[in-house]
Each structure stands twice: as structure tokens, then as C-alpha cells.
């Protein structure tokens, strides 16, 4: 994997990080669909990081099904040539199946020159992570919610770590503690991060700011503020109006650059961001994008 000077892995281009997205496109690959936590905006019946409009669920591949795929839009005459980045982004934690360690492999072996890039809750990235730098991994997303666990607690009901089931703020500590672990780790190791984070009015706008300082200060190139989709336990809970999201942004601008040009794909899209066409544009901000 090429580093630049700054000792950042190569990514240019890559849309979700500041390249031309009208003319770099990605592919996700669908494959990994266990998670270790629960967030309250999570539904968990359609895919997690990316689509939330019911009757639209990605079919889960395998690894070597995945590898076709990237075979398929590689040769295409329209995809081909703009395809950059490989995203497995869901539509569970792609930490937690290791489906996505073994596509990695696949994909790197056969198209080196492709950007590989994983979006994550976080919560198994320090015993992870190396492993990904190792496989060529250049981007990487986490979605920090919270610095607090208070907070944390408001968003993530319970986590699964190490065989045990932790709930409430002692869950969302663990979560946290190792979100931040793991992006130092990355960023020591060049892998360029982007952190999102699902803006929740009334729940964890006091935490942007602190969020913004916390992940700079760890090495993070970008952060992504995204509105609230309310469903699940947080469908009653008004998403933010577009303005207040920009004033939210303008405040974390001040410490990290803000990522704007999000539209929150699904886990399974292909192309150009927000052009994959009806019933693409997707919806979650869980772990991923
Ligand atoms: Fe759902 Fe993603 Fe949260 Fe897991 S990390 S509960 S899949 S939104
Ligand atoms: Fe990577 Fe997320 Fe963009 Fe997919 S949506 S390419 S996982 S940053
Ligand atoms: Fe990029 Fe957002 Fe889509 Fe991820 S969800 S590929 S960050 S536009």
C-alpha cells in the first residue's frame, strides 16, 4: 500500500473522503451481517449502516461471491473505469463476521490498485486492527456517537464483548474506550479514519464539540455528522431540521474538516454517490460510511 508524504496510505480520489465524487465511485460488498451492539436506532431487519426503508435488504454475500462481484463491476464498460474504493460497510459490523477479513484478502490479491475501506462501530477494532492494516486497509470509518457513556447509554442500549452481555453506561464505556483505542491505532498505522456521527437532538448534540476535539486529537482526518433517521427506539425522536445540522457542522468545523457530500448509502450500493438510482439511497448511519 502506497503512503503519501505525510505517512497517510494513498486514498486519493476516494469519494467519501473529500474526492470527486461525480467521478469516483465505490462498491460495497454485503457481506457481514452479525453486530455486537445495539443501537437505538438500529431496527436490525434491514441492513444496519445503510438502509432503513422497510422491504429493501441487501442479500448477504460470501466472500467468493463478493470477489465476483468486484470481478462483474470492474468489467463493466460504465462501472469499470470509475469504480475506486471497496467499501464493506454492513449490513452488520463488518468486525464481528470474519467474512470480511477473508474479502479483503480476496479482493486485494486480484485488484491491489483498489482503495480498501471499512466503516465500524468501533467496538473490535483494537484487537482488529492491526490485522486490517496488514490486509492493505487505507480508509477506515468509525461512528462515534458520544463521549460520555451517560450519553452513550442514551444510544446504545447494550454491547457483546468478550463472551459477556454489558448494558447501560458500563456497555457504552467499553464501546467508547475502544472506538478511541482503535482510531489512535489506525492513525499510527496511516490508515486514513473519518468519523461519523449520527447528530440525535436532545440526546448527544452536546457532545459534538468534544467528539471533534477527542477523535482530532487522535489522529482522524474527517469527521461526518449525519441527521438522525428515526426508527426503532428512536422513532419518536424529530431528526434535525438541515439547518441546525449545518450549525452542528459549523461548530465541529472549528477543530476537523466536515465531510458534507454524505447521502448515506446502503450497504450493498455501486457507483457514484447518491446515483445508484431508485431504492438506493439508503438511510442508517450505524457503522458505517
Ligand atoms: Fe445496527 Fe449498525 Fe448499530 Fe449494529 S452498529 S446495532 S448493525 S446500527
Ligand atoms: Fe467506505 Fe463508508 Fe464510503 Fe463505503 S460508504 S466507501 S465504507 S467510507
Ligand atoms: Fe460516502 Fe456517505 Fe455513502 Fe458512505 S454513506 S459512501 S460516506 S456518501
Do not use: W
Not at 20 to 36: E, F, Q
Not at 109 to 125: D, I, M, Q, R, Y
Not at 151 to 179: M, T
Not at 216 to 231: D, T
Amino acid at each position: 500500500m502506497a503512503t503519501s508524504c505525510s505517512g497517510r496510505r494513498n486514498i486519493q480520489g476516494h469519494p467519501c473522503f473529500g474526492g470527486d465524487h461525480r467521478k469516483n465511485g465505490r462498491i460495497h460488498l454485503a457481506v457481514a451481517p452479525r453486530c455486537t451492539i445495539k443501537c437505538a436506532y438500529c431496527t436490525r431487519k434491514h441492513d444496519c449502516v445503510n438502509e432503513s426503508r422497510p422491504g429493501v435488504a441487501s442479500r448477504i454475500l460470501t466472500p467468493q461471491e463478493a470477489l465476483e462481484k468486484v470481478r462483474e463491476v470492474v468489467a463493466s464498460e460504465t462501472l469499470g473505469p470509475i469504480i475506486k474504493v471497496v467499501g464493506i460497510a454492513g449490513p452488520g459490523d463488518p468486525l464481528a463476521n470474519e467474512e470480511t477479513f477473508e474479502t479483503f484478502r480476496l479482493v486485494r490479491e486480484e485488484f491491489p490498485h483498489l482503495v480498501k475501506c471499512l466503516s465500524t462501530n468501533g467496538l473490535l477494532l483494537p484487537e482488529t486492527v492491526d490485522r486490517l492494516g496488514a490486509l492493505g486497509l487505507g480508509s477506515l470509518t468509525i461512528t462515534i456517537n458520544a463521549i460520555d457513556p451517560a450519553v452513550g447509554a442514551k444510544i446504545y442500549s447494550h454491547i457483546f464483548y468478550q463472551g459477556k452481555r454489558y448494558s447501560g453506561a458500563e456497555g457504552a464505556s467499553i464501546l467508547i474506550a475502544n472506538q478511541l483505542e482503535g482510531l489512535a491505532r489506525a492513525a499510527e498505522l496511516g490508515i486514513v479514519v473519518k468519523i461519523n456521527t449520527v447528530l440525535i437532538p436532545g440526546v448527544n448534540d452536546g457532545e459534538i464539540e468534544l467528539i471533534s476535539r477527542r477523535v482530532k486529537a487522535l489522529g482522524a482526518a474527517v469527521m461526518n455528522v449525519m441527521p438522525l433517521i428515526p426508527q426503532a427506539d428512536m422513532a419518536h425522536v424529530s431528526p434535525p431540521s438541515p439547518k441546525y445540522l449545518e450549525e452542528v457542522r459549523s461548530i465541529g468545523e472549528r477543530v476537523i474538516g466536515q465531510f458534507r457530500n454524505c447521502r448515506q448509502c446502503r450497504a450493498d450500493a455501486v457507483g457514484l454517490i447518491g446515483e445508484e438510482g431508485a431504492g438506493a439511497r439508503c438511510a442508517v448511519p450505524a457503522a458505517g460510511g
